[in-house]
């Protein structure tokens, strides 16, 4: 059997992690790995694949930036062409990002039975690229491998044979207990040192549970002054008064900030940092107060750690974190006022780690089962 896997954009790289190791374990089966290359900047791709272990991409499509239809029309012009060179059995897709929804386009059209891993979240908002892409992947999906039970009900409402559903768990979780011990071992000092976006920023004493974290880089977020000129007031006049405030900063936030003319304000007031590897990223979870983001991927890895979350979005595909479920997160949107209200109350509030069913670390396993028995 032949498997093409996919993967594009940094929250691609800690899912096909733990499938990479597993699907090592089969060799019977061939791995051909494609790197879309939709994010290609060192801190955003590379240091995953070498943090992670991840095996080298078999082949790299250097698709780069662009606008989504380019994205996605690039993405499939190129990835055809693979799939009619390799003829895989398989192509197994990640997550909601353009290659997702790009690639199982091509899947279907040249015939490839398709797995999508993290199948049936839906936020409810077709306004969100990511939402889009993940119904077209999961309609045309032979295989949906879900994360939680919430997704197997969305499936079912929208009418997927029971047969073609197979709840896994959630892969991410793999990869956050596989790495746990190590990043637990960093420093945060030696993290901020290392990854300080601007040399002058002055760094206080940083013990854990002593400062706040956020990541902002959504289009709903970031792409209209009226919305982002407000959070950013919160941000630096409330936040960042209360406790240190530090901000890992995506180029599309980045570049946002400094158009809108608000860099030089984020900049003296909160402690910038560039875009984290893994292990990094994942201390400063475990050491914050408060989680503040729009990360989809974030909300998961707050629930299991336990990590007070506060959602800036109206709305999420990940309703199994939030409080009302368990978990730690809360959705705030991005109207100051509640953001506001909110802060206050759970800024002191317990540590409380949840695990939603399946997320024990051994999701990757049986997604190998599921799609080798698949069809037998
Ligand atoms: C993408 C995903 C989103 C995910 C996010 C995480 C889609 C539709 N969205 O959004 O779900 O949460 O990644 O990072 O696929 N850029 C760089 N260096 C890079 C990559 C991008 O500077 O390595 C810049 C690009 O020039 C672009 C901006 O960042 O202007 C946004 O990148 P893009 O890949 O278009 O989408 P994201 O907003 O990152």
Known sequence: ??????????????????????????????HVLVHTGQHYDVR???????????????????????????????TMIEFEKVVKAEKPDWIVVVGDVNATCACSIVAKKEHVKLAHI???????????????????????????????????ANLKDEGVADERIAFVGNIMIDTLEAQRAKAEKRSIAEIVKRDLLL?????????????????????????????????IDFLVNEVSRDL????????????????????????ANVILLNPLGYHDMLR????ARLMLTDSGGLQEECCVLGT?????????????????????????????????????????SECKPQRPELWDGH??????QAILIYGK
């Not at 049936?120 to 993940?134: C, K, Q, W």
């Not at 400063?284 to 050491?287: H, K």
Request: hydrophobic share 40%.
């Open 244 to 267: 240190p405030l530090l901000w890992p900063i995506h180029p599309r936030a980045r570049k946002q900030l400094e158009m809108f003319g608000l860099w030089d304000r984020v900049a």
């Open 44 to 74: 955003m791709s590379d240091s995953f694949f070498v943090d992670l272990g991840i095996p080298e991409p078999d082949v790299h499509l250097n698709i780069g930036s662009g606008s989504h239809a380019e994205q996605v029309g690039k």
């Open 308 to 348: 007070p979350c506060l959602t800036l979005r109206w709305n999420t595909e990940r309703p199994v974190t939030l409080k009302e479920h368990g978990g730690a997160s809360q959705l705030v949107g991005n109207d100051v006022a509640r953001i506001r209200a909110a802060y206050h109350n759970v800024l002191n």
């Open 199 to 231: 040399a002058d920023t002055p760094v206080p004493a940083l013990p854990d549970n002593e400062f706040v974290v956020m990541t902002m880089h959504r289009p709903s977020n970031v792409d209209q002054i009226e919305t982002l000129k407000p959070l």
């Open 363 to 368: 999701a990757a396993e049986r997604i190998v």
């Open 118 to 152: 993290e199948a049936g979240l839906r936020s409810g908002d077709i306004d969100m690229p990511e939402e889009v892409n993940r119904l077209v992947t999961d309609r045309l999906a032979d295989l949906l491998l879900t994360p939680d039970r919430i997704a197997n």
């Open 1 to 30: 059997m032949k498997i093409i896997s996919v993967v594009g954009a940094r929250p691609n790289f800690m899912k096909i992690a733990p499938f990479c190791k597993a699907l090592s374990k089969h060799p019977e089966v061939q």
């Open 284 to 287: 400063l979870n475990m050491g």
